[in-house]
């Protein structure tokens, strides 16, 4: 499974960015992915999760309510739709995958339990 990152880039405070996961190699359809973000200086945080059906999303605290993900299977691609975006949400962003044999419904933004990474995004946000 590779994962490739696209969509980020240099916004102003307040404007939008869609991020885009997009797998190659295998169906997404037993994966759930998770979308993590390192910021320079800091550790890595993870932003939000969408299960392997999309039943089931998870956000980070700061980014409810301005970030949307979402999964088309058909197109093997997750999305992660930013809104509002402030200059804190300056870093690089990665998606990552993680396998299940069956759909539980679940996702867990924790980097530990990821085993695929991207190259990760960049997105910039400026005051």
């Known amino acids: 499974l590779q994962l490739v990152e696209s969509g980020g880039g240099l916004v102003q405070s307040g404007g939008s960015l869609r991020l885009s996961c997009a797998a190659s190699?295998?169906?997404?359809?037993?994966?759930?992915i998770g979308w993590f973000r390192q910021a320079p200086g800091k550790e890595r945080e993870g932003v939000s999760c969408?299960?392997?059906?999309?039943?089931?999303?998870n956000y980070l605290d700061s980014v409810k309510g301005r970030f949307t993900i979402s999964k088309d299977n058909a197109k093997n691609t997750v999305h992660l739709q930013m809104s509002s975006l402030e200059p804190e949400d300056t870093a690089i962003y990665y998606c990552?995958?993680?396998?299940?044999?069956?759909?539980?419904?679940?996702?867990?933004?924790?980097?530990?339990?990821?085993?695929?990474w991207g190259q990760g995004t960049h997105v910039t946000v400026s005051s």
């Open positions: 190699g295998v169906p997404l359809d037993n994966y759930a």
């Open positions: 969408i299960s392997s059906s999309g039943s089931t999303t």
């Open positions: 990552a995958a993680t396998y299940y044999d069956r759909d539980y419904g679940i996702c867990i933004i924790r980097a530990y339990d990821y085993d695929y």
